[in-house]
Antibody
Framework: EVQLLDSGGGLVQPGGSLRLSCAASGFSFESYVMSWVRQAPGRGLEWVSS???????YYADSVKGRFTISRDNAKNMLFLQMNSLRADDTAVYYCAKSVTLEIDHWGQGTLVTVSS | DIQMTQSPSTLSASVGDRVTITCRASQSISSWLAWYQQKPGKAPKLLIY???NLESGVPSRFSGSESGTEFTLTISSLQPDDFATYYCQHYHNYPWTFGQGTKVEMK
């Protein structure tokens, strides 16, 4: 059974940093594109970043230069390093696995709150 | 960037109704479109991929179709479990974008 366990969210001040983690199990982690998708309170879904099997990375313009996605295939872990956080980064962040490229499995989400 | 325009934003319907949600892409995305269902406090769930392919385990009352850059999700006979918010998403290239969402509520 595919499982994605997101963690690392919390309350952080504007300008601060946070590192999200996603522990994957139940599939060949190294073979799939992995992504982060976020959802601000009461709002829709927003793609944040993806990393391919060959570790090519892609970012939404809203986070480019501030966020860094990475993966550790040996440990089946996905990460999102978030720096220079702003109030509009407040959201539930979901770890997501793609099969072809559509997202077929999602983590449970971890809440990031940026506030002073 | 490719924009996805989803309509309506809210839809009021009754059990047994046929429901249609539309998503229009700002340019060609071939068939690289997915539909997701999300319930409050839960992660989204994949319903349809590559515009018209039903994800394993999803009831057959859900279907997807396309005509050019217009994509449609249809629920043939709405069931109580289907009251939720639905999103389209293109994955033709990066950045991926989602539609604004359609909340299906009880009439």
């Amino acid at each position: 059974e595919v499982q994605l366990l997101d963690s690392g969210g919390g309350l952080v001040q504007p300008g601060g940093s946070l590192r999200l983690s996603c522990a994957a199990s139940g599939f060949s982690f190294e073979s799939y594109v992995m992504s982060w998708v976020r959802q601000a309170p009461g709002r829709g879904l927003e793609w944040v970043s993806s990393i391919t099997r060959t570790e090519t990375t892609y970012y939404a313009d809203s986070v480019k230069g501030r966020f860094t996605i990475s993966r550790d295939n040996a440990k089946n872990m996905l990460f999102l390093q978030m720096n220079s956080l702003r109030a509009d980064d407040t959201a539930v962040y979901y770890c997501a696995k793609s099969v072809t490229l559509e997202i077929d499995h999602w983590g449970q989400g971890t809440l990031v709150t940026v506030s002073s | 960037d490719i924009q996805m325009t989803q309509s309506p934003s809210t839809l009021s319907a009754s059990v047994g109704d046929r429901v249609t949600i539309t998503c229009r892409a700002s340019q060609s995305i071939s068939s690289w479109l997915a539909w997701y269902q999300q319930k409050p406090g839960k992660a989204p769930k994949l319903l349809i991929y590559k515009a018209s392919n039903l994800e394993s385990g999803v009831p057959s009352r859900f279907s997807g179709s396309e005509s050019g850059t217009e994509f449609t999700l249809t629920i043939s006979s709405l069931q109580p479990d289907d009251f939720a918010t639905y999103y389209c998403q293109h994955y033709h290239n990066y950045p991926w974008t989602f539609g604004q969402g359609t909340k299906v509520e009880m009439k």
